[in-house]
T-cell receptor
């Protein structure tokens, strides 16, 4: 029973293509996130959605577009892939509110651009 | 064994020794702090958290210390085991939202 699941685990594609990564959580959380982890293991938040509404949108190229069909899903669509997009992308979820609660992460999608 | 700040990304300890991983956080308004463990090919996994109204919290074999005066967080692992080998991240969260920011991470290697 995976709490936060991402598909695919590996994604190899050519520069210029469009691809999507899917994320689903079965924890009943109301907030979901996308993070990018570079080759030096640095984790940076990209987006956050609360109840299907965008609440955090860091400085990422507009080629990246998150889509949340319902609060259990947050997909990431990337247009016109570039070499610099190669990274591991993590989805996470948490329950918003006070006190703050930890975020739970999926196992990542390794994106490799040829 | 002990790591210092964000400029020493690796820490190597002998099995059975205690490990100390340090983290300097940036936002003095942050009031919630988490340590995550990331094993190869996996996502970050929650280890322990602490809120700003505490300066110490203990779990099973792990202790987190918080020094708000100098914005410093540390993770102590007692009797380190080979299964503890991983990259460890600290994360800070400001009040009233879950905009969590990660530190650079420390790779812990446990030698048998």
């Amino acid at each position: 029973d995976t709490a936060v699941s991402q598909t695919p685990k590996y994604l190899v594609t050519q520069m210029g293509n469009d691809k999507s990564i899917k994320c689903e959580q079965n924890l009943g959380h109301d907030t979901m996130y996308w993070y990018k982890q570079d080759s030096k293991k640095f984790l940076k938040i990209m987006f956050s959605y609360n109840n299907k509404e965008l609440i955090i949108n860091e400085t990422v190229p507009n080629r990246f577009s998150p889509k949340s069909p319902d609060k259990a899903h947050l997909n990431l669509h990337i247009n016109s892939l570039e070499l610099g997009d190669s990274a591991v992308y993590f989805c996470a979820s948490s329950q918003m509110g006070l006190p703050n609660q930890p975020q739970h992460f999926g196992d990542g999608t390794r994106l490799s651009i040829l | 064994g002990e790591s210092v700040g964000l400029h020493l990304p690796t820490l190597s300890v002998q099995e059975g020794d205690n490990s100390i991983i340090n983290c300097a956080y940036s936002n003095s308004a942050s009031d919630y702090f988490i340590w995550y463990k990331q094993e190869s090919g996996k996502g970050p996994q929650f280890i322990i958290d602490i809120r700003s109204n505490m300066d110490k919290r203990q779990g099973q074999r792990v202790t987190v210390l918080l020094n708000k005066t100098v914005k410093h967080l540390s993770l102590q692992i007692a009797a380190t085991q080979p299964g503890d080998s991983a990259v460890y991240f600290c994360a800070e969260t400001p009040p009233s939202n879950n905009d969590m920011r990660f530190g650079a991470g420390t790779r812990l290697t446990v030698k048998p």
